[in-house]
């Protein structure tokens, strides 16, 4: 017998295939097997198993877990057809959360059922007592996981809930971060103080750069992501402070040359030597930065990488050098980001569109289950953020 294939190698030899959800089905499959189980247990009950009655009992036992693995593909939003499709489902199991052993064990039912059924292969009451245990052993699980159509509707719900700026305080409690060594808003309002022209690159919505104020009287933020700008304008505008929206890809700002004594940039992108020229002599710069591998394991859990995989404290100095900065500060770190359900992913993913590109409930609902399979198994979701910041001196 060849080993079990994956669920995703299914996915691509086209035995299994997305679909929408069938929940009608899914319910009439998980009564059925209800019935089937009580009936089959009263029958072991009534009977007790024995060599002449073992290949019913198996065949019904099988039957039993196929319909339950059959009724939660449907609620996830899949089916197979065609040669594989039974391998294919028992296949799912991985999928949902079983160990590897049960998996073969489901899979080598498979395959003795299929003697039972083609080819007259007589089993004894040894085996049908193991198949007992596996079928007690895994018909609770796999019917409370058919009840998690509410859970993914209650994540489509997460979907949906609007976001605004870089506010995330809706996921108080849901989310909670280590943080790094140092406080970039400490560092920041400190050097505010001292600044006469200031300019804040990337201000989001203005949630953080709205927190350093007081302001200069000439102080002016950019903003390139255009559903921001009028957030960022109204916290702003009351503050003194002028909010220009700019175009994503634009490299050159629209300043004139040693504009600011001050630049602040907080996971903004930027070009050194334009920093340089906006700057007037021994002006400062200050960033932090998402760094190398930031969410890369969150990225991985959903089968891709993050675009944070170029972006370094190293390439940054070494940049910012090469423009004419003396750096006076540079730091690195990683730490831990952990979420206390599957909904607040959905949320942060949604609203962070570049670490899980194109994501949606639907397309990565695979992906989310296993997640909320991990919960269930008592595991944490944690991941691993990147953080670098840098302070530099024009010379």
């Known amino acids: 017998m060849k080993p079990i294939k994956t669920f995703d190698e299914y996915i691509k030899d086209g035995t299994a295939r997305k ?3 069938d929940k009608m089905r ?3 499959l998980v009564v059925e097997s209800g019935d089937s189980y009580k009936i089959l247990l009263s029958f072991v009950e009534k009977m007790g198993l024995d060599d002449n009655n073992a290949n019913h009992f198996i065949k019904n036992a099988y039957d039993i877990i ?13 089916s197979t057809a065609g040669k594989g499709a039974h391998e294919a489902e028992v296949s799912y199991l991985a999928e949902i959360g079983f160990s590897s052993r049960d998996v073969d064990f489901a899979n080598d039912l498979r395959y003795f059922r299929n003697g039972i059924m083609y080819y007259g292969k007589k089993f004894d009451k040894a085996y049908a007592e193991k198949v007992l245990w596996f079928l007690k052993r895994t018909y609770t ?3 409370k996981m058919y009840g ?4 993914i509707d209650e994540w489509k719900e997460e979907e949906k809930f609007p976001f605004e700026g870089w506010d995330f305080s809706y996921l108080k409690g849901r989310k909670i971060e280590e943080k790094p060594p140092w406080d970039y808003i400490r560092i920041a309002r400190r050097l505010v ?16 750069f709205s927190r350093l104020s007081p302001f200069p009287k000439y102080t002016v933020a950019t903003e390139g992501y255009k559903p921001n700008i009028a957030i960022a304008r109204k916290r702003l505008k009351p503050l003194g402070v002028e909010v220009i929206g700019i175009s994503k890809n634009l490299i050159k ?31 400062i710069f200050l960033t932090q930065q998402v760094g190398r591998g930031n969410l890369n394991d969150l990225a991985k859990t959903f089968g891709t990488n993050t675009e944070y995989s170029i972006g370094s404290l190293e390439n940054s100095v070494r940049n910012i050098k090469s423009a004419g900065f003396k750096i006076k500060y540079a730091k690195k770190w990683k730490g831990k980001i952990e979420f206390k359900d599957v909904g607040a992913i959905v949320y942060f993913l949604k609203a962070i569109p570049w670490i899980i590109p194109k994501f949606n409930v639907n397309r990565n609902l695979r992906h989310l289950i ?4 991990k919960m269930n198994r008592n595991k944490i979701l944690r991941f691993t953020q990147a953080r670098y910041i840098i302070l530099a001196q024009k010379i």
Do not use: C, W
């Open 19 to 21: 679909q929408s959800q």
């Open 26 to 28: 899914a319910k009439s």
């Open 141 to 143: 699980p796999l019917k």
């Open 193 to 208: 103080r001292k600044s006469s022209s200031l300019l804040d690159m990337g201000t989001g919505g203005g949630e953080i």
């Open 66 to 78: 196929m319909e339950l693995i059959r009724a939660k593909m449907f609620t996830d939003g899949f």
């Open 370 to 373: 296993k997640l909320q399979n």
């Open 253 to 283: 700002l629209p300043f004139e040359n040693e504009t600011f004594d001050m630049v602040l940039n907080r996971h903004e992108a930027f070009d050194a030597k334009e920093v340089y020229r906006m700057l007037k002599k021994n002006g």
């Open 148 to 151: 998690k159509s509410k859970i």
